[in-house]
């Protein structure tokens, strides 16, 4: 089991970013994803759900309104879009797989500062 996240980078408050994480390894059609970050000094948090299907999503209070999860299962591809960031949205962010046990890639920075 694989995922590989991309997409991050530095953005103005206000602005927005797409991350991307590819999977492999697995029928990624079969396993609900998510999305978690981690900012220095605190612990990782969920950021972001979505089910198999894609039918049914979840976020985090803090994100709730902002960012979309979203899928691809022909691209075994899930996303995050993310607008109206915050510098507190700053943090490294995680794709996870849960595939009889976790499943994590190494993360893509995402800064918001002016």
């Known amino acids: 089991v694989q995922v590989v996240e991309s997409g991050g980078g530095l953005v103005q408050p206000g602005g927005s970013l797409r991350l991307s994480c590819v999977a492999s390894?697995?029928?990624?059609?079969?396993?609900?994803m998510r999305w978690y970050r981690q900012a220095p000094g605190t612990e990782r948090e969920l950021v972001a759900y979505i089910t198999p299907n894609g039918g049914s999503t979840d976020y985090a209070d803090s994100v709730q309104g902002r960012f979309t999860i979203s899928r691809d299962n022909a691209e075994n591809t899930v996303y995050l879009q993310m607008n109206s960031l915050k510098p507190e949205d700053t943090a490294i962010y995680y794709c996870n797989a849960f595939v009889m046990r976790d499943y994590w890639g190494q993360g893509t920075q995402v800064t918001v500062s002016s």
């Open positions: 390894g697995f029928t990624f059609s079969s396993y609900a």
